[in-house]
């Protein structure tokens, strides 16, 4: 099935960057757009509430002065996650402000967006919902979603056990809309794996940790570039849903990484605080399986601009 119209024309590279909690920012979304790939980020990172308002009309202007100045050039479009929990008090607020500004896409995650679905499509916008499984792919589908995010085994933070492999072909034999596939992808090659196997668009979020714009710091950054598919930690003890973390940072924050305690999801807050000294993506950095691949820090624009390059440089050999 072809891409969405809004994203048919505007990409030099079948690539979503994924939204990265509290990593990403304006600085890093309009990078990525600029560069070709949907930038995306998620509501929450904007604190307090107002300040979303204001990075929304940021991201408006940067991307509408580059149309204007590059007419004929490929610039993507961007995207907003809406994380659907209970404990997310906010997301109301954060809605009203997509809608006042026209949010092009917004991902979303943890529930199916039944109500979510036909307020963005009543803007003008699309819907891209993040599953883990069958049954969470067919409740999206049920909510009206306009695309799924396959978020698999290998996958940097909240992420799934099964193999691409396996969920693809499984989603496949009744969903013939857009795919996203998330999992260990941090090159080019990744990129046109991903589309060999039948997903539409690769879903990268780890190999845009390590990025100049990225709202990261020096160390979570270096632990990347330091850190291979041996060093993620896969455990649901920071916020009560299975996630994969540097096993540095755990090791940092003082905890046994082979020894973790065992959390429940219902622990889960998107609300803030808790009391722990310790706290998921904070102080205990997620990164999917894909570091070992990455091995430097860079301007986002010259990441996408070397996939691009090995992208083209797979299919070339394959060829």
């Excluded at 604190?47 to 002065?65: C, V």
Aim: some cysteine.
């Amino acid at each position: 099935m072809p891409l969405p119209a809004i994203l048919a024309d505007t990409l030099a590279l079948p690539v979503i960057g994924a939204p990265l909690f509290i990593v990403s920012n304006p600085d890093l979304v309009v990078a990525q757009c600029l560069a070709g790939i949907v930038g995306s980020m998620p509501a929450l990172n904007a604190r307090p509430a107002e300040q979303l308002e204001d990075w929304l009309t940021t991201i408006d202007a940067a991307l509408a002065q580059a149309r204007a100045a590059r007419p004929h050039a490929r610039i993507a479009p961007y995207a907003i996650n809406q994380i659907i929990h209970p404990t997310n008090e906010r997301l109301a607020h954060d809605l009203d402000v997509c809608e006042r500004h026209r949010v092009p896409i917004i991902i979303t995650s943890l529930s199916a967006p039944t109500q979510i679905a036909p307020r963005v499509h009543g803007w003008g916008g699309i819907v891209f919902h993040d599953v883990i499984s069958v049954r969470h792919a067919k409740k999206a589908i049920e909510a009206g979603v306009d695309g799924l995010i396959l978020v698999c085994a290998g996958a940097g933070g909240h992420a799934g056990m099964l193999s691409p492999f396996a969920l693809v072909e499984e989603v496949r034999r009744f969903w013939d809309g857009p795919i996203a596939l998330s999992g260990a992808i941090a090159t080019g090659r990744g990129v046109l794996a991903a589309q060999a196997m039948g997903a539409d668009l690769a879903y990268i979020g780890t190999r845009f940790v390590a990025t100049h714009e990225a709202r990261a710091s020096e160390a979570y950054k270096q632990m990347i570039v330091d850190s291979a598919a041996a060093d993620i930690v896969y455990s649901p003890t920071f916020t009560g849903v299975a996630g994969n973390y540097l096993r540095g940072s755990i090791v940092a924050a003082g905890l046994d990484p082979d020894n973790l305690p065992v959390r429940d999801k219902s622990a889960m807050n998107f609300a803030g605080a808790g009391g722990a000294k310790a706290k998921a993506w904070r102080d205990i950095w997620g990164a999917g399986q894909g570091v070992g691949a990455i091995d430097e820090v860079l301007g986002a624009g010259e990441v996408v601009a070397r996939m691009i390059a090995e992208y083209a440089e797979a299919k070339k050999r394959l060829a």
